[in-house]
């Protein structure tokens, strides 16, 4: 594979802590969940981040797939991905489960279904992810 991008960024203090790209242009302070034992707060967590994060990339897959196939989405087309986390099944440690729910007014279901089902293979987050967690592709 060859990088055309690059992204940097890191974390201090776990999910008590704080983290930031290189750049600056994203700097968060992480607190942990109170579901997940930790007080709350103000802050962040890894989960808001990744929903975000799969959010952004799979919408750009289907407007790239759509694109491809010559169908207009509408500008309020819309991602929306759940990012939830607990233990795993085996005991050994934790894992997440995402519902991307997929909205686009005016394009067709079919038509959308097709594109969703592309998207899923062309976004490297549901390219990352695959076998590894399970991903729920929904159409509102």
Do not use: W
């Amino acid at each position: 594979m060859k990088i055309l991008y690059t992204a940097h960024g890191s974390a201090t203090g776990g999910r008590e802590g704080q983290a930031a790209t290189d750049s600056g242009n994203v700097k968060v302070v992480l607190n942990t969940p109170r579901e997940l034992g930790g007080g709350g707060g103000e802050g962040t967590n890894p989960e808001h981040l990744f929903s975000i994060g799969y959010s952004a990339c799979f919408l750009g897959a289907l407007r790239f797939v759509a694109g491809k196939d010559k169908v207009r989405l509408p500008d309020d087309a819309r991602v929306a991905a759940d990012v939830g986390i607990g233990p795993r099944d085996d005991g050994a440690g934790f894992g997440i489960a995402v519902k991307l729910t997929i909205s686009a007014p005016g394009v067709d279901k079919p038509v959308l279904e097709d594109l969703v089902r592309k998207a899923h293979v062309v976004c490297p987050y549901s390219h990352a992810t695959r076998g590894n967690i399970d991903v729920d592709l929904k159409i509102a």
